[in-house]
């Protein structure tokens, strides 16, 4: 019997089996698609340690109120009458008081801190993936937005962020990056950061696992996961599974694999889009993030990203042209000489949102064995090794590596916790203290 299967070949399943793994398990992924061919494949793949904001900030809802009707905004609702939705709708407005909103950073920043510790961890144990370390520059076109930026990042410093973060004024951050066209106001150096090509860490991952005997089963679609007498059965379709422990980290569908448990997990899909340019015709030296726009610009071996935008209402991964015009056109407001490559690869993938922009982490209380990781937002690449190296230990000795209480399951409403004290009272606790 295989000591843990994990449900997910995404950047997070890939990491959690591959902590396992190097702690003496056997493990198994299963993906009902293609390894890393979800969320993970087509991400700016910043290593931000330094962009720890929950989404659902202060004052983020009137702002998609008056972004709704403009299809090239950074956020854009797709208006629905889904009840699920509505519901997740307002425990999101409910999560960008300030008060939760710095309660939901400083959890965030806690485990963003062992980010790129454990990058360095998987390269170590020989995990094969494209890195650089060029620090991150913000550049904006206001010194309104540099201002709102470079506080939210001393907030960050307040609570534990190491980074260095350093203001540059206009000739500076022209003269550090000569790809950028005049008219910017200014910049912002965070100088530790790093950014991977993300299908490279996922691509990685699944090559070291099968290496070290681990399975990594494609196209695996698994129907049901239930309890079998001492362990768990994962059904798939003619076939049944059968293991001690279950991680589960299919992003956004990782809901439909808890429910029938009597498990609410009330993710959402947040639409993200981005282009890669094989031979773009301007070339930042290092990543840039366009504050004004909401556009990351990610430069790789052999070619050039722009990911941006968040889609909130959509149910699929169409390709909408007019979201790839608006990376296009931050492209030429602030590069100079950008122009757009008609050849060049369109993508769009689900990432998968809580409501209060913190990720789902740890053991599901009340069944033993049962584990989730999912909902990384904006966040799984810079998190997944992190979350890896904090769960691993919790999968396997029920010891995790850092106090798990804000990213548990039972923060949300789910009548299947109900009578299990400790974990849901804890975390009622830490709510209370946040609201």
């Known amino acids: 019997m295989t000591d843990v299967i994990v449900i997910g070949g995404g ?63 950074p956020l854009l609702v797709r208006p629905t009458l889904r009840p699920s939705f509505l519901r997740w709708s307002y425990d999101f407005w409910r999560s960008t008081s300030p008060r939760r909103y710095s309660a939901g950073m400083a959890a965030l920043v806690a485990l963003g801190a062992r980010a790129l510790g454990a990058y360095d961890a998987l390269r170590d144990e020989g995990v094969e993936f494209e890195m650089h370390a060029d620090g991150l520059l913000f550049v904006a076109h206001t010194e309104e937005e540099l201002a709102a930026e470079l506080a939210a990042l001393r907030d960050q410093q307040a609570l534990g962020y190491g980074g260095r973060v350093e203001p540059l004024d206009a000739a500076a951050t022209l003269a550090l990056e000569p790809a950028l066209a005049a008219g910017v106001a200014g910049g912002i150096l965070v100088a530790d950061e790093r950014h991977v090509r993300p299908e490279t860490v996922t691509s990685g991952l699944a090559a070291h ?73 301007v070339r930042p030296l290092r990543p840039l993030y366009l504050l004004e726009a909401k556009v990351g610009v990610s430069p790789y071996d052999g070619g050039l990203r722009f990911a941006g935008t968040l889609e909130l209402g959509s149910r699929d991964v169409h390709v909408d042209d007019r979201r790839l015009r608006a990376l296009d056109d931050a492209g030429m407001r602030y590069l100079e000489g950008w122009r757009s490559n008609p050849g060049r690869a369109g993508w769009a993938g689900m990432r998968p949102l809580l409501p209060d922009g913190l990720p789902a982490i740890g053991p599901v209380p009340g069944h033993d064995g049962l584990h989730v ?63």
């Open 11 to 73: 950047a997070v399943g890939l990491c959690v089996a591959e902590a396992l793994v190097r702690r003496g398990a056997s493990a198994l992924v299963l993906e009902s698609g293609a390894a890393g061919a979800q969320a993970s494949a087509g991400n700016a793949g910043w290593i931000t340690p330094g962009i720890s904001n929950p989404v659902p900030a202060p004052g983020t809802v009137p702002q998609a109120l008056r972004w709704m009707l403009d299809p090239a905004s």
């Open 209 to 281: 696992l099968r290496a070290r005997g681990a399975a990594v089963r494609e196209h695996a679609h698994v129907d049901r996961v239930e309890r079998d007498g001492e362990g768990w059965a994962v059904r798939l379709a003619g076939e049944t599974l059968r293991c001690e422990r279950v991680v589960i980290a299919t992003g956004a569908a990782t809901g439909r694999l808890l429910a029938p448990l009597g498990i609410t997990l009330p993710l959402e899909g947040a639409k993200g889009y981005s282009f890669t340019d094989p031979a773009p015709p």
């Open 373 to 435: 990781a999912t909902g990384h937002a904006m966040l799984g690449i810079t998190l997944a090794p992190a979350t890896a190296e904090i769960l691993a230990p919790a999968v396997l000795s029920g010891r995790a590596g850092l106090d798990l209480t804000p990213f548990s399951v039972a923060r949300f409403d789910n009548r299947a916790l109900h009578g299990r004290r400790t974990t849901t009272t804890r975390r009622a606790q830490w709510l209370e203290s946040t609201s």
